[in-house]
Nanobody, 123 residues
């Protein structure tokens, strides 16, 4: 069992930065792959980024590539999402998710989800 809690969301102006955190419970969290997804009102949940268990492999969605960096600190049971050059279209609820196996890019690849954190980017 893994429980995930996101934090770090907020209101930021276009061009600004935010760092989201996903804190996990569970002694075996270091063996889980972790993904970040986002969902804007009226839209489907969208893949943002993912990272493998060790942090050696990372994956990014096309809409954020070059502007976000995913990383993890297994000693702290935490995964981070650094977001730079934010745009109004980045406004969404951001969720972290975890699982041992499955697609990195699909919501179906994750069985554990956090409650989400709101990111609002003003123009």
């Amino acid at each position: 069992q893994v429980q995930l809690v996101e934090s770090g969301g907020g209101l930021v102006q276009a061009g600004g930065s935010l760092r989201l955190s996903c804190a996990a419970s569970g002694r075996t969290f270091s063996t889980y792959r972790v993904g970040w997804f986002r969902q804007a009102p009226g839209k489907e949940r969208e893949f943002v980024a993912a990272i493998n268990w060790s942090g050696s492999n990372t994956y990014y969605g096309e809409s954020v590539k070059g502007r976000v960096t995913i990383s993890r600190d297994n000693a702290k049971n935490t995964v981070y999402l650094q977001m730079n050059s934010l745009k109004p279209e980045d406004t969404a609820v951001y969720y972290c998710a975890a699982d041992l196996r499955g697609s990195y890019y699909s919501t179906h690849g994750y069985g554990y989800w956090g409650q989400g954190t709101q990111v609002t980017v003003s123009s």
